[in-house]
């Protein structure tokens, strides 16, 4: 079985907005839902399970009734930090039935075009090697700064991989990594494959990402999305 594991517990204090940023409506419809569409009209995605902000548990159920969202079959509730709402969904999985062998994709809620080759591809990917990870190349120049007002340090930017999720792994893996990560008081890593990577030992696949898998952080990536689905609307979820 392959499940998706949706990130919404932060409560998205960048964007400087009223509501959390999963929950704004672009074209009629919460970005968490577009996110859950990409989801839900996967063929090979049995169900979707979402870590969700405390509060928002009914809105967010009423939201998936109203946009036909069959395949939300759980929501946990988010933690502290993004380390830990992954830890609360896996945990959650794991007791509602899920077995060590299922893949599960942990995906951040507020990255709404996410395209049906780049699910294909992540599972793909993990059935074959185990731990893959969605990333683009860098194609611009990188520098390093202390303050973040100047800098003198360039950073090769031909090893560099700019991450994205689908972030997939097999349920046990990532309940073992979690478990390692308490051990060495890991409390805090950004994501999935820089929690791996922290760990070590693990060797981690890049499944091709794309640059309109982009993450909805401040108020102009906002205005990017609405301009790409005004130009293609929900033509990479094809
Ligand atoms: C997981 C992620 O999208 C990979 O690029 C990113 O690390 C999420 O960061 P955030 O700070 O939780 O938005």
Same mark, same amino acid.
């Given at each position: 079985?392959?499940?998706?594991?949706?990130?919404?517990?932060?409560?998205?204090?960048?964007?400087?907005?009223?509501?959390?940023?999963?929950?704004? =409506?672009?074209?009629?419809?919460? $970005?968490?839902? =577009? &996110?859950?569409?990409?989801?839900?009209?996967?063929?090979? $995605?049995?169900?979707?399970? %979402?870590?969700?902000?405390?509060?928002? @548990? &009914? %809105? /967010?159920?009423?939201? +998936?009734?109203?946009?036909?969202? &069959?395949?939300? !079959?759980?929501?946990?509730?988010?933690?502290?930090?993004?380390?830990? *709402?992954?830890?609360?969904?896996?945990?959650?999985?794991?007791?509602?039935?899920?077995?060590?062998?299922? /893949?599960?994709?942990?995906? #951040?809620?507020?990255?709404?075009?996410?395209?049906? #080759?780049?699910? *294909?591809?992540?599972?793909?990917?993990?059935?074959?090697?185990?731990? +893959?990870?969605?990333?683009?190349?860098?194609?611009?120049?990188?520098?390093?700064?202390?303050?973040?007002?100047?800098?003198? &340090? *360039?950073?090769?930017?031909?090893?560099?991989?700019?991450?994205?999720?689908?972030?997939?792994?097999?349920?046990?893996?990532?309940?073992?990594?979690?478990?390692?990560?308490?051990?060495?008081?890991?409390?805090?890593? %950004?994501?999935?494959?820089?929690?791996? +990577?922290?760990?070590?030992?693990?060797?981690? =696949?890049?499944?091709?990402?794309?640059?309109?898998?982009?993450?909805?952080?401040?108020? @102009?990536?906002?205005?990017?999305?609405?301009?790409?689905? !005004?130009?293609?609307?929900?033509?990479?979820?094809?």
């Amino acid at each position: 079985m392959n499940y998706a594991l949706i990130i919404a517990g932060g409560s998205g204090n960048r964007m400087g907005q009223d509501i959390p940023k999963q929950f704004m =409506h672009v074209d009629n419809c919460p $970005i968490i839902i =577009h &996110t859950m569409m990409a989801f839900q009209k996967h063929p090979d $995605i049995q169900g979707i399970a %979402v870590v969700c902000l405390a509060g928002w @548990e &009914t %809105v /967010l159920q009423s939201y +998936a009734n109203q946009f036909c969202i &069959t395949k939300l !079959k759980w929501i946990f509730p988010g933690g502290s930090n993004g380390q830990e *709402s992954i830890r609360n969904g896996i945990y959650g999985l794991k007791e509602a039935g899920c077995g060590d062998d299922d /893949l599960v994709l942990v995906h #951040d809620a507020v990255r709404p075009l996410l395209s049906q #080759d780049i699910i *294909s591809s992540n599972i793909a990917i993990c059935q074959k090697y185990g731990y +893959a990870i969605t990333g683009i190349k860098c194609r611009e120049a990188i520098l390093e700064s202390e303050d973040g007002f100047t800098t003198n &340090t *360039s950073i090769p930017r031909d090893k560099l991989i700019r991450t994205q999720t689908p972030q997939t792994f097999r349920l046990g893996n990532l309940i073992a990594a979690h478990e390692e990560a308490k051990e060495k008081g890991i409390t805090n890593s %950004v994501a999935s494959c820089t929690l791996m +990577a922290e760990l070590g030992g693990r060797q981690m =696949h890049i499944v091709p990402g794309s640059e309109k898998n982009i993450k909805i952080t401040t108020v @102009e990536d906002l205005e990017i999305l609405k301009a790409l689905m !005004k130009v293609q609307p929900e033509a990479w979820l094809k």
